[in-house]
């Protein structure tokens, strides 16, 4: 057997992948009979069509086996959420630009087998930067998606605020349970790190946390694990920290025609007429995919309520003027 093929077997074993791993054992079966070795061969098939056998008797056939979560224990609950999201990029509104690049992380993840064949490997540290409400977490929850991953989500500031003090020991802990599975991992809140920095409480506290995170960024990752981190304010992070990411990503407010696309997807059968799109337009810019989303899901909701089979301008508007008031309002 190659090492090509045992590499392969191990993969689709890391991943849980029972299918892909009997059907490398039957490349291998069929390597055997190539080569003249008919009783290897048979001996491999039997065994192959005997698990089979099996799969069939307990879980449905043809389905992966599912990653087992890992459930942080005791006082590490509630600090880690798992979930497995089941949304695709294509749900999402995005720039040509940031969708390719997505597009690619996507491929080089699902074709990670022929990189590393070829010595290389998948990009998996991403930073996602910018405004609240544009989408970075959604992404996160689009790439476990479109991977079929389970999205391990730490909310960096959460953690401070539960544990200063001993925040970069708690980090470590994590980091140990989770770096076994092979997962989408996001850390959100990210710039808590810079933010923090300069806290007269702060005794090493910091640089310790910053360490924990750098060291689980440069472990080796068996797993191609997708380590993602979001934050809002890029300039405070430290430079140790930026240089270790493959690929930053920056996302923005909508410009007048993405965010017309995103309001219209989500008003779905209710969507109103372009004639009336001019009377309000207007009213889009400066608001985020998050406070769009809100406007539109609100008069959806009264249109159903009502009875109502198309949105109007007027009340359209009116949800998207309410947005930009609160928005005033919160302003900081
Ligand atoms: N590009 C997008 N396409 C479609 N919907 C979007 C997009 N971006 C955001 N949304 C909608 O807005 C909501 C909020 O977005 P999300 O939570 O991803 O923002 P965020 O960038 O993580 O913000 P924050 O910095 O506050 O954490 C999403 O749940 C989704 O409904
Ligand atoms: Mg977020």
């Given at each position: 057997?190659?090492?090509?093929?045992?590499?392969?077997?191990?993969?689709?074993?890391?991943?849980?992948?029972?299918?892909?791993?009997?059907?490398?054992?039957?490349?291998?079966?069929?390597?055997?009979?190539?080569?003249?070795?008919?009783?290897?061969?048979?001996?491999?098939?039997?065994?192959?069509?005997?698990?089979?056998?099996?799969?069939?008797?307990?879980?449905?056939?043809?389905?992966?086996?599912?990653?087992?979560?890992?459930?942080?224990?005791?006082?590490?609950?509630?600090?880690?959420?798992?979930?497995?999201p089941?949304?695709?990029?294509?749900?999402?509104?995005?720039?040509?630009?940031?969708?390719?690049?997505?597009?690619?992380?996507?491929?080089?993840?699902?074709?990670?087998?022929?990189?590393?064949?070829?010595?290389q490997?998948?990009?998996?540290?991403?930073?996602?930067?910018?405004?609240?409400?544009?989408?970075k977490?959604?992404?996160?929850?689009?790439?476990?998606?479109?991977?079929?991953?389970?999205?391990f989500?730490?909310?960096?500031?959460?953690?401070?605020?539960?544990?200063?003090?001993?925040?970069?020991?708690?980090?470590?802990?994590?980091?140990?349970?989770?770096a076994?599975?092979?997962?989408?991992?996001?850390?959100?809140?990210?710039?808590?790190?810079?933010?923090?920095r300069?806290?007269?409480?702060?005794?090493?506290?910091?640089?310790?946390?910053?360490?924990?995170?750098?060291?689980?960024?440069?472990?080796?990752?068996?797993?191609?694990?997708?380590?993602?981190?979001?934050?809002?304010?890029?300039?405070?992070?430290?430079?140790?920290?930026?240089?270790?990411?493959?690929?930053?990503?920056?996302?923005?407010?909508?410009?007048?025609?993405?965010?017309?696309?995103?309001?219209?997807?989500?008003?779905?059968?209710?969507?109103m007429?372009?004639?009336?799109?001019?009377?309000?337009?207007?009213?889009?810019?400066?608001?985020?995919?998050?406070?769009?989303?809100?406007?539109?899901?609100a008069?959806?909701?009264?249109?159903?309520?009502?009875?109502?089979?198309?949105?109007?301008?007027?009340?359209?508007?009116?949800?998207?003027q309410?947005?930009?008031?609160l928005?005033?309002?919160?302003?900081?």
């Amino acid at each position: 057997m190659s090492t090509k093929h045992l590499v392969a077997l191990l993969n689709s074993h890391i991943d849980g992948d029972e299918e892909q791993f009997l059907s490398i054992a039957l490349q291998v079966a069929a390597q055997e009979a190539r080569q003249g070795r008919a009783d290897e061969a048979d001996k491999l098939k039997r065994l192959v069509q005997k698990a089979r056998d099996r799969q069939r008797g307990g879980r449905p056939a043809g389905g992966q086996t599912p990653i087992p979560l890992a459930r942080p224990r005791g006082e590490l609950q509630g600090l880690v959420e798992s979930s497995y999201p089941k949304i695709a990029l294509a749900s999402m509104v995005l720039s040509d630009d940031v969708r390719a690049r997505l597009m690619r992380v996507v491929r080089q993840q699902q074709e990670r087998a022929a990189l590393r064949d070829h010595g290389q490997v998948p990009t998996t540290h991403m930073l996602l930067v910018g405004p609240p409400g544009t989408g970075k977490t959604m992404t996160a929850s689009a790439l476990a998606g479109e991977l079929h991953l389970p999205l391990f989500t730490i909310r960096l500031e959460a953690l401070f605020s539960r544990y200063f003090g001993e925040t970069a020991g708690k980090l470590r802990l994590l980091f140990d349970q989770i770096a076994q599975t092979r997962g989408v991992y996001l850390l959100d809140e990210f710039d808590a790190i810079g933010a923090r920095r300069g806290d007269p409480n702060d005794v090493g506290e910091i640089r310790r946390v910053l360490n924990s995170v750098l060291a689980f960024m440069e472990e080796p990752n068996t797993t191609d694990s997708l380590v993602l981190a979001a934050t809002n304010h890029v300039e405070i992070l430290d430079e140790a920290l930026a240089r270790r990411f493959d690929e930053v990503i920056e996302y923005d407010l909508p410009d007048r025609a993405g965010a017309r696309a995103l309001v219209e997807r989500r008003l779905g059968k209710f969507k109103m007429s372009a004639r009336s799109w001019p009377s309000i337009e207007m009213k889009l810019d400066g608001l985020s995919q998050g406070e769009l989303v809100r406007a539109a899901d609100a008069v959806v909701k009264d249109a159903i309520l009502e009875g109502a089979s198309k949105v109007s301008s007027d009340v359209l508007g009116r949800a998207l003027q309410n947005r930009q008031t609160l928005k005033g309002k919160f302003r900081r």
